[in-house]
């Protein structure tokens, strides 16, 4: 007999990213949230609530590790199909990620995932090692991996699961969480807008967001960070910097000091917030022109405060065929960066920190 179950706790369930789980159930405002479950059924059904003008918003499906749907969410609430026809003697992962990333400039831009209607039973939670923090620009959020040969800024050249972000945490068998805005950066967007910088929103659960709907859901509120104790967290910022540098806006001398005090700063308020993680900065996939100015902001972080659990991390440079659409890192470039984090991530042993 199928049955509706509402997804208002997670009692049964693992969530990624800042996601707020009411009585109306789990609100996923960042790329690469949702929630994860096993489930033994022989078919499932989801309802999904979503709002959007301008942008529209994609869900990435999973069975079993693998991608069975790419879907374009239809605004109101809806009823998608999960899957049919399989053995209901024999459990399933399901998981259910948001593809696009948070359209912060839109009005009305959000999703909710209501309840699920099943014939099945839960079978146990997912079980992962540590947890990861990704905060970074369009190449955190995935764009390039979607449709790599298109020009458009659109949701469907972005892509979660093709992104570093998802790889790493698969190669480290790490729960995850992603903040990321294409174009914004440390200190500046590229194009030199600072205010659309990723700091000065890190400690909200999604402060950057104009929907309304989703701010009455949370999204403004101060982060609980004691709900998921973080083992690393990766900055991937300093590439819209150095295009806002390279605009008329600013003397080199000037933003270099303001980018620094910047870096050391938001430095200080993830450690305040994330007292027992290691701390990485990776930089290097689209240029190193910053790597100088980060490595100075690390170097006088480790100096003013003596934290030692703070590193600088090399990814490797996107070339030819390794770039993609708009000029971003293919599916394969974020391939070679996940593996090149988790490598580092591995030798430093930081997941016996905690």
């Not at 831009?109 to 970074?136: C, H, R, V, W």
């Not at 790597?291 to 003596?306: A, D, L, N, Q, V």
């Amino acid at each position: 007999m199928k049955k509706t179950i509402k997804l208002d706790n997670s009692e049964n369930t693992v969530v990624f990213g800042r996601t707020p789980v009411s009585g109306e159930g789990p609100a996923m405002f960042w790329t690469g949230s949702g929630i994860e479950f096993n489930i033994r059924a022989s078919e499932l059904y989801i309802n999904i609530e979503c709002g959007y003008n301008e942008r529209e918003l994609m869900l990435d499906i999973l069975l079993d590790g693998e991608r069975s749907q790419k879907l374009t969410l239809e605004n109101g609430i809806r009823k998608y199909v999960i899957f049919k026809g399989m053995d209901p003697g024999k459990s399933i992962n399901v998981r259910v990620v948001r593809d696009t990333q948070c359209m912060a400039d839109d009005a009305e831009s959000y999703i909710m995932l209501k309840s699920i209607e099943t014939d099945g039973e839960f079978a146990g939670l997912p079980q992962y090692d540590f947890n990861i923090e990704f905060i970074g620009d369009s190449l955190t959020s995935g764009e390039g991996c979607g449709l790599v040969n298109r020009a458009e800024w659109a949701p469907v050249v972005f892509d979660a699961l093709e992104s570093y972000t998802y790889k790493t945490a698969g190669l480290l068998n790490a729960r995850y969480d992603v903040l990321s805005q294409s174009g914004w950066g440390l200190y500046a967007a590229w194009d030199a807008d600072t205010s659309h910088v990723l700091p000065d929103y890190y400690e909200q659960v999604c402060g950057m967001t104009k929907c309304k709907k989703s701010i009455s859901l949370g999204a403004h509120e101060k982060y609980d960070f004691s709900r998921n104790e973080m083992d690393v967290v990766l900055i991937n910022l300093a590439t819209n910097d150095s295009n806002a540098l390279k605009t008329e806006k600013f003397q080199k001398e000037e933003f270099f000091k303001a980018f620094k005090q910047k870096g050391i700063e938001f430095l200080k308020t993830i450690r305040k917030n994330n007292g027992a993680c290691y701390i990485i900065w990776a930089y290097g996939m689209l240029g190193d022109d910053m790597e100088p100015y980060i490595k100075e902001i690390i170097k006088e972080y480790i100096k003013e405060t003596g934290d030692k659990r703070t590193e600088y991390l090399k990814l490797p440079d996107c070339k030819g065929q390794d770039l993609g659409a708009r000029f971003h890192p293919t599916p394969a470039a974020h391939t070679k960066a996940a593996q090149c984090i988790a490598d580092f991530i591995r030798s430093q042993q930081v997941y016996m920190l905690r």
